[in-house]
Structure formats: structure tokens, C-alpha cells
């Protein structure tokens, strides 16, 4: 009431926004530990005995080389790595602070920073456990030869971007369905285990396979980076416009959702419930 207020120029407003985003993302990454490196470590710790799970099994099933030709533990990354990748962005930003949030209070921040912080915090511990897998074992157990990295790097984002996408959704639906929204949410995860098309390779499919899974961006994102991957494989029933135009048209539901929901909800929703 009695605080002066300061005039500032938008590349000053720009720039406060930033820095009240780093510190959030600094702050949603350390979370999970009160020693910021060793909650790094654990995040990192989790994506990696994922991948070597899956490794495992494919081993003892007898599946040791390949479906196409190229290193088998790249074959698993570019199923796995990816589905985690749009998962992790998606929990990340659906369980982002809301508009009643205890931070909320706080003057500079908002749903927007919360979201995008919860964005790049889930993005960072990817491509950092992505970073260390790829490095030990290069170095440690067999070199490895990645086609075109760029463009494989480049689908990883798109992974993740249709994870925030799909997130806003969900973000915008639970203060209104809770419990339904979380039901929807584990419902989604759980058919994407199969229908994002990371066990198999595409190309081999009957077209009656491909329309049954078609509709999903992470069946076409994963089919077009291994194309990127490995030389030797190039995906001709898929494509990579379909899940970025998809992702746009997904987040801006999501945003006009959230919206709606940051003008409508109150905390009275929960103690009712």
C-alpha cells in the first residue's frame, strides 16, 4: 500500500521474468534433496537404471542385436530415452504449481514461470543422464556413431515439447476433475508404454498396425530419429511435421485451459473435496 512504485521498461520486466525463472528452475531441480548435487545425482540415477532395465530384459529375452543395423543399447535409447523424455516433461509441467499455490504469492511469479520451469528442470536431468550413459559407454565398453546428432537432438526437444504440451492439458483439467485427471494422466502414460512404438521398428509393421497407432506424435517422433540415428534405416511411413503441428495445437488448448482455470479456481475447490 505505502510501497513506491518503479516504472520499468519491457526488456527490464523481460529480463526480471528470467531471472525469477532461473531461480525457479534451480529450485524445482534441487528439490527433491537437500544437497542440490546429490538430487541431481538421483534424477540422473533413475533415467539411467530405466534404460538399463530395459537393456536387461531385451538380454535375458535372448534380443541381442538390433532390429536395424547399428549398436543395440542406441536401438533402446532412442525408444526408452525418447518415451522418458515426453513423460517426465509431461508429470513435470501437470504438476507444476497452480494459481493457489503457496508460491503464487509471491509477486513476480506466476502459472507461466511454474510451467516453464518445470519444462526445463525436467529437460535438464534428461539430457544430463542422456549425456552420461552416452559417454560411458562410448568410452568404457564400445565406440558409437551417431548419423546425424543434430537432428536426432533436435526430435529429443520435439519429445519434449509435445510432453509439455500434452502436460498443460492436464494441468488445466485436474483442479476441476481431480481425481479423474490423475486417472486420465496414468492413463496416457500407461497405453504410450506400447503405443509410442519404442519396442518395435516401424518400417516392418503391417499398415494395419501403423493406422492403429498413427494418431500418436511419439510413435512418429521415435520412428524419425532413429532415422537420424542410424544410417541405415529410413522411416517413409511416418513424419516429423505431425507431431510439432500436433504439439502446437495440444498446448494451445492447454494454455486457454489453464487460463480459464487460473480465473476460475480457489482454494475452497480443495476443502470442499
Known sequence: MFEPKTLTTPSQSFWSMIDVMYHTIVRKIRQGHRNAVVGIALDVLRSIVMV??????????????????????LFIMTGIFVYMTHIRALTAVAGAE????????????????????????????????????????????????????????????????????????????????????????????????????????VNTLPASMVALFDWNPLFHIIDQMRGFVFLHYNPFVTSIMYPIYFSLAVLMIGMLGEFFTRRSVSLSWSAGR
Open 98 to 201: 497452480g494459481p493457489t499455490a503457496a508460491m503464487m504469492k509471491h509477486a513476480p511469479m506466476n502459472t507461466l514461470i511454474a510451467i516453464v520451469s518445470a519444462a526445463f528442470s525436467a529437460l535438464y536431468t534428461q539430457i544430463l543422464a542422456l549425456g552420461t550413459i552416452l559417454v560411458v559407454y562410448h568410452i568404457v565398453f564400445t565406440p558409437i556413431t551417431i548419423d546425424q546428432p543434430v537432428n536426432a537432438m533436435g526430435m529429443l526437444l520435439v519429445a519434449w515439447f509435445s510432453g509439455i504440451a500434452v502436460g498443460t492439458v492436464f494441468l488445466a483439467v485436474t483442479p476441476w476433475i481431480p481425481d479423474f485427471g490423475q486417472l486420465l494422466r496414468t492413463f496416457y502414460v500407461r497405453v504410450n508404454m506400447i503405443a509410442s512404438g519404442k519396442m518395435f521398428v
Open 52 to 73: 538399463l532395465a530395459f537393456f536387461v530384459i531385451f538380454l535375458v529375452l535372448g534380443l541381442r542385436s538390433s532390429p536395424i543395423r547399428g549398436d543395440f543399447l
